[in-house]
């Protein structure tokens, strides 16, 4: 049985050799491409005879290969080591989901030699920082116009999938020998991992000239607009022949009243139009607010035929938010009747009474004091000498044909007070005509209530 050699005698000497194996021989390493502080990039067949791209996860900062192993350098980088192969894991997962011609395509991913790989497509041409450092001019303005659109789309499309790029440079773009450009090395892994470990954090990979102020700092905020700015960084290098000045230093200058070490473009480049130059300038502000916020508005800033599609794109919009909002007030207003003004939460938490039917009642009187109960009584009494009360009854039967006694609208409290009023008023009657009414002779004495049977010479009650 042959055994897979170890160590290439490429130029690095710890990536795999060619002939070594991975996934139970799914795929071969056929040689060593590159390498960064997170991982080696090698071409290899499959199982079908295909050639792909493999990256192995090898942040070389914490790890060593023993044998075909990766391991940990020592125990204390173990869990940091660890925290990497699972967000490489993630990362690789996340950009399997993205499905564009401008973004590398991840056919599969995988655990093997105690670390992580992703199989990624074959992208046939040249990085753009190879072209750059060739000073090769085949590339012309027109060319680096449809170009900028297509990378605009790409990040367009890695930022409606909620994902950034994080590492948008030069050597990170492919470009095909049909003139297409591909994004590859995502550094959202790395940028997450900075994030769970301080040690992590210190080997945050960041390039200088490419990357905005805010990618220095491990955990800070970062935005689709800080992709942008790494992007406008890209072209301006491309366009001008010269690396842009670390975003730092520019930050340091602009904090101490000093120029901007940047030098804009616009007004340089006769080639290119103002409005495109002017664009990469915006997206390369030191301040996140300040820069194009979208690349779906870049490309509409530097592409007229976009323009004009963003504006009718939003012109149907506002129509068709105008017709439905039209339809549903015509919709209410013809199902719903007038109603009354809402009701305050108290008057909602009150008992609620259910109306009657308007009816006619007998005007409601004030209950006569005592006095005028008294005089009524003796006015009724010299009306009708003879007609006293019923001997039986104990309580004289006055007819008050005008007083309500209990009309239907009195609230409790007053209704109480009523009854009060009218006992008191049969107790003062009751008494007042047993003791100035005598029986007639040899009628039996009259019958008191219980209320008097105790009491002896009844008096009538003084005003």
Known sequence: MQMDPIFSDDENSEALAPGSTLLGGQFTIQRYLSSGGFGITYLATDSLNRTVVIKECYPEAFCARVNKSVRARTSSYQSDFESIVSLFVREARSLAKLNHSGVVGVHQVFEDNETAYMALDLIEGRDLLTIIEENDRSLTPTQVVAMTLDLLDAVDHVHSQDLLHRDISPDNILVEYSGRPVLIDFGAAREEASRKSRVLSSVLVVKDGYSPQEFYLAGSQQFPCSDLYALAATLSHLISGEAPPNSQARLAALASSQPDLYTPLRGRFPDYDDCFLSAIDKAMSIVPAKRLQSAKDWAALIDPSRR????????????????TITSLVQTVNSEIAPVEAPKSRAS????????????????????????????????????????????????????????????????????????????????????????????????????????????????????
């Open 348 to 463: 909602l938490l009150k008992p609620q009474v259910v109306s009657e039917p308007v009816r006619e009642r007998p005007p409601v009187e004030i209950i006569p004091s005592l006095a005028e109960i008294r005089a009524e009584m003796e006015a009724w009494k010299r009306i009708h000498p003879h007609d006293q009360h019923d001997p039986d009854a104990g309580v004289f039967d006055i007819e008050a044909p005008s007083i309500v006694l209990f009309p239907h609208a009195w609230p409790a409290a007053t209704r109480l007070a009523a009854v009060s009023v009218i006992v008191l008023a049969g107790f003062i009657f009751g008494h007042v005509t047993l003791a100035n009414s005598a029986p007639p002779t040899g009628a039996a004495p009259p019958v008191l209530s219980s209320n008097y049977q105790n009491q002896e010479n009844a008096k009538s009650i003084p005003d």
């Open 308 to 323: 004009a599609d963003q504006a009718v794109e939003t012109t149907s919009i506002d129509a068709a938010i105008e017709k």
